[in-house]
């Protein structure tokens, strides 16, 4: 199961070719990896675990451009089937949610699927939309 959670992350042949490999040393706050390898390993975690709830805060807020996209795909694909909480700092890393919530201190200004809210022309994620391109 956690080879199988590794690759799902894509983080097998990292964890592969770590010396001990899955008895590898991590250093304090897994600093050995970087924050993106670190935010997979999470997920793959969460995998294992069969966690049913993955809330995401801000996940590629500090990533790259790649990582961000096998994180996309990890989320999208191993977890179909789970609830996922996205609180995000890149617009476009929820354009496929099944639901969008904006909120504004704490209160709801609107929420439905993206491509709904995206058709309203005072929708405040449509704004968001349009800026972040």
């Not at 049913?52 to 179909?80: G, H, N, P, R, Y």
């Not at 201190?105 to 995206?118: F, H, K, N, S, T």
């Amino acid at each position: 199961m956690l080879w199988e959670a590794l690759e799902i992350a894509q983080l097998k042949p990292i964890v592969k070719s770590l010396p001990g490999g899955l008895d590898a040393m991590v250093t304090e706050g897994g600093e050995n990896f970087s924050q993106g390898q670190r935010q997979l390993f999470c997920l793959a975690r969460a995998f294992v675990r069969k966690s049913s709830i993955l809330i995401m805060d801000e996940a590629t807020a500090s990533i790259d451009m790649a990582t961000e996209s096998i994180l996309q795909k990890v989320v999208m694909t191993a977890f179909a089937d789970r609830t996922v909480v996205t609180i995000a700092h890149r617009v476009h890393t929820i354009l496929n949610a099944d639901l969008v919530i904006v909120m504004k201190r704490g209160v709801i200004q609107e929420y439905d699927r993206p491509e709904a809210l995206l058709e309203k022309e005072d929708s405040v994620f449509g704004a968001f939309v349009r800026a972040d391109k």
